[in-house]
């Protein structure tokens, strides 16, 4: 089984997601076909649109296939933070994965590691799996702020910054050698690859971990659906 993540930033309407949404269903055939999981995280505000779209259009054997991810979740529980959006907030929409720590997150809104490590700590205790980015650099003290009893909870996603939306996707041999770094922190836990992954490279990515995590590339529906 491989997962296939669609993040998609700050991309989108919702118009402009039901557009995706409506021509992604006529792919229904391919996705049900496929040992594949697609996770669609789009961004927080149309999360209720996607989760009413596949609700309403899709059937329980594509609903299987298709979950729902949010791009990030308050480190906090509910209560008085202004503007976050924490766990509770999202109950009653049908969300599995979060996406935590993107680098884009700790670059332009300058989180922690401790930061990631407590929506980690938010997202286990509501059932949720978290999708942790980590880089080469930093790998060990973003594994070293969460809790132990977490690690192997988690997903993780490894994103080299200069491959993130540069057209330069990394090297299949650099990706094992993180991959090896990574597990040793975080024990035998689901690895995925995430920086300029399009449907020329998926393949040979998917071949050495269980997923891809897609920015770019994900926005269209055509060149998603090529990835299947
Ligand atoms: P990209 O983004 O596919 O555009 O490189 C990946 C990501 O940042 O998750």
């Known amino acids: ?14 118009q402009e997601v ?6 992604f269903k006529k792919e229904e055939g391919r996705i049900k076909n496929k040992n594949n999981k697609i996770i669609i995280a789009p961004p927080m505000s149309l999360v209720g649109v996607v989760d009413w779209f596949s609700r309403e ?3 329980n054997s594509v609903r299987e296939k298709i979950n729902l991810g949010i791009q990030d979740i308050s480190p906090y529980p509910m209560g008085k933070y202004t503007g976050a959006i924490s766990i509770k907030n999202l109950e009653g929409l049908d969300v599995k994965y979060a996406i935590v720590g993107h680098s884009e997150r700790r670059r332009y809104f300058h989180e922690t ?23 080469d650099e930093y790998v060990s003290s973003q594994a070293a702020a969460i809790k132990q009893e977490h690690l192997e909870k988690c997903i993780v996603a490894y994103e080299e910054l200069s491959a993130i939306g ?47 995590l897609v920015g770019s590339a994900s926005l269209k529906v055509e060149d998603f659906a090529a990835m299947l």
């Open 1 to 14: 089984m491989k997962l296939l993540i669609a993040n998609w930033k700050s991309h989108k309407n919702s």
């Open 113 to 135: 590691h401790n930061d990631v490590a407590n929506k980690v700590a938010q997202c286990i205790d509501a059932g949720i799996t978290p999708v942790v980015c980590v880089d």
């Open 57 to 59: 259009h899709f059937d």
């Open 18 to 23: 039901l557009d995706w949404l409506e021509s």
């Open 166 to 212: 540069s057209g330069k996707n990394e090297p299949i041999e650099h990706v094992q050698e993180v991959f090896s770094e990574i597990k040793k922190y975080f024990g035998e836990t689901k690895l995925i690859y995430g920086g300029s992954v399009n449907a020329s490279n998926v393949q040979d990515y998917l071949e050495i971990c269980d997923g891809v």
